[in-house]
């Protein structure tokens, strides 16, 4: 099936750094979603994108849905140790089908 | 409380024993989707349904049913467990912006 490739892997950044994460596809998508898991838990939604070229900021977090429709980035400003977890991309096709990235581990130290 | 509940959270089993995995969302949601988390491997879409009585495969439906007779509902069915599905499983709902999904906590299937 379509395949969202998600890089990079794992992050360890220092607390009030800058992180940037990005997710890449062969395919088109409707859609693109950034969400993040903590553990032990489902995950949340951060920001959802819907038109080609759109840039979303929640607080600290902005994502863009690529020109291309088939990349997004995410970055989150200044991070704190709450940041912890793990980032999934994840995109809609044009047949309503979801694919989801295999994920950016991120850790955030003091 | 706005949530998507997911039974049982926990679940050990044995190879070829039927099991059904419940999925509950009291958001008044149309859109019901079960995935399945592995390491490396992120989330995979098995089923999802757009509205009761609709349901549509997604990534890896093999060894899966579902059915959606009720809104609220939507169980998870293996006819037939085998080792490789066992994993991570997470429901989720949505509603108008239905890729929007709301996840429940998670079920861990060990197929032994």
């Known amino acids: 099936g379509q395949q969202l490739n998600q890089s990079p892997q794992s992050m360890f950044i220092q607390e009030g750094e800058d992180v940037s994460m990005n997710c890449t596809s062969s395919s088109i998508f409707n859609t693109w979603l950034w969400y993040k898991q903590d553990p032990g838990e489902g995950p949340v939604l951060l920001i959802a994108?819907?038109?080609?070229?759109e840039l979303t900021s929640n607080g600290r977090l902005t994502a863009q849905f690529g020109i291309t429709r088939k990349d997004s980035f995410l970055n989150i400003s200044a991070s704190i140790p709450s940041d912890v977890g793990i980032y999934f991309c994840a995109g809609q096709l044009r047949n309503n089908d979801m694919r989801f990235g295999a994920g950016t581990r991120l850790t955030v130290k003091p | 409380e706005a949530q998507v509940t997911q039974n049982p959270r926990y679940l050990i089993t044995v190879t070829g024993k039927k099991l059904t995995v419940t999925c509950s969302q009291n958001?008044?949601?149309?859109?019901m989707s079960w995935y399945r988390q592995d390491p490396g491997l992120g989330l995979r879409q098995i089923y999802y349904s757009m509205n009761v009585e609709v349901t549509d495969k997604g990534d890896v439906p093999e060894g899966y049913k579902v059915s959606r007779k009720e809104k609220r509902n939507f169980p998870l069915i293996l006819e037939s467990p085998s080792p490789n599905q066992t994993s991570l499983y997470f429901c989720?709902?949505?509603?108008?912006?239905?890729?929007?999904?709301?996840f429940g906590p998670g079920t861990r299937l060990t197929v032994l």
């Open positions: 994108l819907y038109k080609a070229g």
């Open positions: 958001m008044n949601h149309e859109y």
């Open positions: 989720a709902s949505g509603g108008v912006s239905y890729n929007e999904q709301f």
